[in-house]
């Protein structure tokens, strides 16, 4: 890689994008203050007062005018799906690229790939947190978002895309990864990573991580790591294989989130942990094992989660009660199947940190295996679990029919790769963030792309 690139990140897709700003149109025209885009006969119209101005393939506006050149994009939703949605009124630098896909605008942010990152950084965590956290999250954030680029420059010279579902009789497995993205390189919520623009304003000391690490990224055997994270382990990460397509990625294994023989450093030949064994996955579960993300230290915590993030405070082991009626109706809108009365929830395979890798939703009227993650997390809620590292007991058992189902879970997220609690406990207990990067991301190096 010869410079820094400049990354389209997906903000909004809605049938209308609200957004305000003064801008350089192209050709010499301009727009100021508050517009509207929508889609007109397949063209992207805006209007911003009496103008209207339609464009066939969408449309690039460059912020102008002195000061910080940047846009306010209105009601941008963050945690889509989640269960902290809401919608935010997000300020953006780089250009505002407006696209049409079928009666929907798609509106895109264009900026530089350190700039985005000053953002992730302070979207992903409070932007107070511990230097050694932030140096660490840059890299990890940094190396992701390059292996991504890297992946879909690959997958467009293949001319397709690899398979994220399987369905056949009485099985569904289901991934999603970024390649769900078309037409811009990353989207800003989750399901990426969070990017807010400059409203998650950038702290002198988040702009020195930036800085201090400029083009840094993990690499492992010369290629730049697809560096993953989520928000708590759980104890144990959980290895790529599990969560996304069959394949195994060195780096991203099963690691104890703990110091290993009690020394004061991470031993990167530390003996994995693997409790996919359903006994030794209901005795990790149902247990308080020794982890680094195994912390009720609220100034840690305060530090790495965002304001909405710390509404959750039961993110190490968690507790979810569902009433008959209620988890027949959830199973039946999220997944489209009418199972009828839920008779039992099966885990059939589970990865090294006890998350479910499939399972089988036993109903009156049917039976599914279903998989992945994310989508076992998909269809057992509303929003989503908080992992799919869970075991279930039935309650209230009569002719078969359970009147409860009692799930007792471990983690936050995905678990693969860095783990941000525990991340964040070790960058406040002194760890540099080569030992913190070192530990969650094994046999990988530090290198320097720009």
Not at 74 to 103: M, P, S, Y
Not at 254 to 272: A, F, H, K, M, T
Not at 387 to 402: E, L
Request: one cysteine or more; hydrophobic letters at 35%; a neutral charge.
């Amino acid at each position: 890689m010869s410079g820094e690139p400049t990354i389209a990140v997906g903000i909004i897709e809605a049938p209308s994008v609200e957004f305000e700003g003064d801008f350089d149109a192209g050709a010499g025209a301009a727009l100021r203050g508050h517009c509207t885009a929508r889609i007109d006969g397949g063209r992207v119209l805006i209007e911003s007062g009496a103008r209207r101005a339609r464009y066939d393939s969408g449309v690039l506006l460059a912020p102008s005018g002195s000061g910080v050149r940047s846009f306010l994009l209105k009601g941008v939703t963050i945690g889509i799906n989640f269960h902290w949605e809401r919608k935010e009124d997000q300020r953006f630098t780089g250009a505002l690229r407006l696209l049409a896909r079928g009666e929907r605008v798609v509106a895109v942010n264009e900026v530089s790939l350190e700039e985005y990152l000053a953002s992730v950084i302070s979207s992903e965590m409070s932007a107070s947190s511990s230097m050694n956290l932030l140096k660490a999250h840059a890299v990890t954030s940094r190396s992701w978002l390059i292996a991504q680029l890297d992946r879909s420059r690959m997958l467009r010279g293949r001319g397709k895309r690899p398979a994220t579902l399987r369905e056949e009789a009485g099985l569904r497995v289901r991934w999603y990864d970024r390649e769900d993205h078309d037409m811009y390189d990353v989207c800003a919520d989750d399901h990426c990573q969070r990017y807010q623009g400059i409203t998650k304003g950038a702290t002198p000391a988040v702009r020195r991580a930036i800085d201090e690490t400029r083009g840094e990224v993990l690499l492992y055997d010369g290629v730049v790591c697809d560096a993953r994270f989520s928000k708590s382990c759980g104890g144990i990460t959980e290895p790529f294989g599990t969560v996304w397509e069959e394949r195994h990625v060195p780096y991203l294994v099963n690691i104890r989130d703990v110091r290993p023989r009690g020394d004061e450093r991470p031993d990167p030949d530390y003996q994995l942990t693997d409790v996919s064994a359903e006994q030794a996955a209901g005795s990790w579960i149902t247990g308080s094992p020794d982890a680094f993300c195994n912390t009720a230290d609220r100034e840690i915590l305060s530090h790495v989660l965002l304001k909405y993030d710390q509404e959750t405070t039961d993110f190490f082991r968690w507790n979810v009660t569902y009433a008959q009626d209620e988890i027949a109706a959830i199973v039946r809108e999220r997944s489209g199947v009418d199972f009828g009365a839920i008779r039992d929830i099966v885990p059939l395979e589970r990865g090294p940190s006890g998350r479910l890798k499939l399972l089988r939703i036993v109903g009156e009227n049917q039976t599914l295996a279903i998989g992945k993650e994310l989508e076992i997390r998909r269809t057992l809620s509303r929003s989503h679990l908080y992992s799919s590292a869970f075991v279930v007991n039935r309650q209230d058992v009569r002719h078969g029919v359970p009147g409860r189902f009692f799930l007792r879970g471990a983690g936050w997220g995905h678990g693969v790769g860095l783990c941000q609690i525990g991340a964040a406990v070790m960058g406040a207990r002194g760890f540099s963030p080569e030992e913190i990067l070192a530990h969650y991301f094994p046999g990988t190096l530090l290198s320097r792309l720009y």
